[in-house]
């Protein structure tokens, strides 16, 4: 590079490289990661009142023995 050759010292010198960017194979595992977590974390937090509607707009049934049976 042109600025290092006057520079004499490595020190101060830094040469930039290249690097390659991630794959869309990786960007698509780290989606799907952050999107099930965020799904899994959903669902742990709105269980408890999922669960206490049902209970509500749905009463158990009891079922009685039939008689002479």
């Excluded at 974390?41 to 049976?69: C, D, F, G, Q, V």
Aim: glycine content about 2%; aromatic content about 14%.
């Amino acid at each position: 590079m042109p600025f290092c050759k006057e520079n004499t010292s490595k020190e101060d010198c830094d040469i930039p490289t290249c690097f390659q960017r991630d794959s869309y194979k990786d960007e698509v595992i780290v989606y799907f990661y952050i999107i099930i977590t965020s799904g899994l974390l959903l669902i742990a937090l709105t269980k408890p009142y999922i669960e206490r509607w049902w209970r509500r707009t749905n009463p158990p049934h009891t079922y009685t023995s039939m008689p002479n049976s």
